[in-house]
Structure formats: structure tokens, C-alpha cells
């Protein structure tokens, strides 16, 4: 039983992973020349706990992400050690609400203890809970321990919570060696889908890869584990997605070197901010949406990042997010000095249900809960979402093509 994987960012890498510890064969299908070098590689990595969706009233995004955060290191433990995922865990998240956010800061305290109450229950799932040890779920801070580290006049109110990040970029080596010693997987980097037919009971994978044109195939089962051409491809054999959506260009910023003193993971909500994460290997990741949202596209047609990066303007985009994190967090003023050398800006393609942006209170991007798999006969198409879910969503690919 041969199962083609299409699509190597974190779900496709731990998918093959897990569908081959259970015997299947797999053919992983990448068009970069390694797992794990797109959307998934340039985010914060943050593992949601449910904080982030104050805009959504049912409790149905936080159950979501909390489903997979629970689940997130104890499934990467399979493939990555223990200690080696300890050591890539960030300084746990505050939150601050600024003063234009979307939801007050009195809405903000009622949903994060309705984020608290769903953990208690999530969590009793986890083996290793992605959650700092040290620290309450969530608290508030008192306005002089607030204006101790941010902007007394843009920040209304401030968290402390456990919420953590894992670097991506730490990360990626560790899956790519997994995936590279495995040998029930197949490997097809530099490897462009062009297309996808039925064939008997399966599929045949249209490619093109350095020898050229291919058809592959047929394969038991096929998982679409695409991100920004997941909608393409479903489209060629008949599928809609299950409402509008749209496709942006998000790029993020990271500053090598050791982070300022007293400089602080924080996520600002609610509203097109910005997140500031310091990462375990002296690098620092920031956002900031104005500026690092390069454009979106509601096309069908193949979406890549590569062209839009061409384009961009690094310095502009990484001193403006720099300054306007640095507005709200003044330790980050230091960055701004910081060598060019220093500072790298970087991307990728996501997919998402919705009509309109983040800046839109209203906007479905502030709920993330018509998410996961849509199978249809042997061909299984996946919505990640978000990072969070990547590895829980993996092993509920396996459990449908491989079960155990």
C-alpha cells in the first residue's frame, strides 16, 4: 500500500512520519528541495492555547486549538527527543490590549477565564501540556508592573500567560533528519504537482521534477497536504472548499542575537498587531500586520511565494515592524540599531476561510474552527489552519489511511 503525500510543510512531514512507523509506504511530494521550507518554517510557532480569539463568542476555536496544542508535543516526541523540543520553547506569551483594540479589555478577562475553564479539560489529554511550569494560565498585570514594561499609553492592560511558542526553525532540521532516515519514505523534493487523475481505486500525481514531466502513481491513497494550492488541486477533482477564503502573503522578521534585557513574548489583540517572540536560540521573531502582509489573492490558480518575495522591501518592512512593536514594548527599541546583517525577513503562502482581513471584527479569520480533514473515497484533503494542529491533524490522517 503506497500513499502519496502531497505537500511537506508540518502536517505532510509528520503525516508521512506517522503513516510509515505503521508499515505504509509513502511518497512525499515537496516542490522545495526539503521538508518543512515554506509557511510552516516562517511563522512564530506558537502553540494557541485559545487566547488569541476573543472575537469568536462560541467556544468552538478555542476547543480547536486547544485539541491540538494538547496533543503537539507528545506526537512530535515520536520522531524529535524530549530534551531537543524542551530546548526549543520560548519565553512564555503576555497579551496586551491596546488602545483601538477590537474587544475591551473587560471582554478580554471574560474569555480568557473561559480559555482557562476548556484547559483544565484539554489538558488532562496531554502527556507534556505545551504550557510554561512557572508561570499562572493567565493573570493580570497591575498598571505599575504593566507600565514597568510597556507603553502606559497604548497598552490599557496586560497578561501574564503560560502560552508558549516552539521555533520552527529549530524544529525543521530535526523532522527533515526523521524523514530523510526513514525507510519506508520516499522523498520527492524539487518536485512540482502539476495535476491529479483518478485511476481505478486510486489516484495518479501529475509532477515535474529535475528529469522533467512525470505521471506517478496510482497511488491506495493520496493526502493534499498543500497549503496555499490545497484549494487548486481539490478543485481538479471536483471539490469546493466549504466557504469563501483566500490566500495571503505573510512574511515575519527575526533579529539574530542575544534579546534586549527584559524583553518579553507578547501577542497584542485584538486587531491587525503584531507579536513579538523570544526565541531559545538568541533569535527574536517579530510581526507586526500592516507591514508584514504583502497581499492576498482569491485566484484558484497556483499560488507562490517565491515571486512576491523577489519584490519585497526587507529593510522598510522589518524597521517599520521593528518601531511599531517597539511602541508598544520599548525594550524593543534596541533592534533598531541592530546590523542588517542581523536581520532577515522571511515568508510564506496561507490559506484561510474568510471574506475579509483581520482589521474586520467580524471577520472569520478570528475563528478557526471548520478545520481538518475532508475525505473523499481514497483522496483526503486537509485544512491545517494553524501550526498548532499540524501534528494532531497528522496522526488523524494516519488513523484514517493507515489505521492502526
Known amino acids: 500500500m503506497t500513499i502519496a503525500i502531497l505537500g511537506a510543510g508540518i502536517l505532510g512531514t509528520c503525516a508521512a512520519l506517522a503513516i510509515a512507523d505503521r508499515g505504509g509506504r509513502v511518497v512525499l511530494v515537496e516542490r522545495n528541495d526539503q521538508p518543512i521550507a515554506e509557511a510552516s518554517l516562517h511563522n512564530e510557532g506558537k502553540l494557541h492555547l485559545g487566547f488569541t480569539y476573543a472575537a469568536d463568542p462560541t467556544p468552538h476555536t478555542v476547543r480547536t486549538m486547544q485539541a491540538g496544542a494538547a496533543r503537539f508535543l507528545d506526537v512530535l516526541g515520536r520522531w524529535v527527543p524530549a530534551d531537543a523540543l524542551d530546548r526549543l520553547c520560548s519565553r512564555p506569551f503576555d497579551y496586551v490590549v491596546l488602545d483601538d483594540s477590537q474587544v475591551p479589555a473587560a471582554a478580554v478577562e471574560r474569555h480568557f477565564a473561559r480559555v482557562a475553564d476548556a484547559w483544565r479539560q484539554a489538558s488532562r489529554a496531554a502527556a507534556r501540556p505545551p504550557a510554561a511550569a512557572d508561570r ?22 496586560a497578561y501574564e500567560t503560560a502560552e508558549i511558542a516552539i521555533d520552527p526553525r529549530g524544529l525543521a532540521p530535526l523532522l527533515r533528519r526523521a524523514v530523510a532516515g526513514h525507510p519506508r519514505i520516499e522523498w520527492l523534493g524539487g518536485t512540482r504537482i502539476t495535476g491529479i487523475e483518478p485511476q481505478g481505486e486510486g489516484h495518479a500525481v501529475l509532477v515535474e521534477g529535475p528529469a522533467g514531466p512525470a505521471r506517478i502513481g496510482p497511488f491506495a491513497a493520496v493526502v493534499n497536504a498543500l497549503w496555499a494550492n490545497r484549494p487548486w488541486l481539490d ?5 469546493d472548499q466549504p466557504g469563501p477564503w483566500f490566500i495571503r502573503f505573510k512574511a515575519g522578521v ?13 501577542t497584542a489583540l485584538l486587531g491587525p498587531y503584531g507579536d513579538v517572540v523570544v526565541q531559545s536560540d538568541g533569535r527574536t521573531y517579530l510581526s507586526w500586520y500592516p507591514d508584514c502582509m504583502i497581499g492576498s489573492s482569491r485566484s484558484a490558480e497556483p499560488a507562490d511565494w517565491a515571486p512576491r518575495a523577489a519584490g519585497l522591501d526587507r529593510d522598510g518592512i522589518a524597521r517599520r515592524t521593528i518601531a511599531a512593536m517597539a511602541a508598544i514594548q520599548p525594550a524593543a527599541r534596541r533592534f533598531l540599531t ?25 471577520s472569520r479569520l478570528h475563528r478557526r474552527d471548520v478545520v481538518g480533514i475532508r475525505s473523499h473515497g481514497s483522496f483526503h484533503s486537509v485544512d491545517t489552519s494553524k501550526f498548532t494542529l499540524g501534528p494532531a491533524l497528522a496522526v488523524d490522517v494516519a488513523d484514517r489511511v493507515r489505521p492502526p
Open 136 to 157: 499562572p494560565f493567565w493573570r493580570p498585570l497591575a498598571p505599575a508592573e504593566r507600565d514597568a514594561h510597556y507603553d502606559g499609553g497604548r497598552v490599557v492592560a
Open 235 to 239: 478543485r481538479m477533482l471536483g471539490i
Open 254 to 266: 527575526r533579529v539574530a542575537g542575544p534579546p534586549p534585557d527584559g524583553l518579553r513574548s507578547v
Open 338 to 362: 541592530c546590523p542588517a546583517a542581523a536581520v532577515e525577513v522571511s515568508g510564506g503562502a496561507i490559506y484561510a476561510l474568510a471574506v475579509s482581513d483581520i482589521d474586520d471584527r467580524a
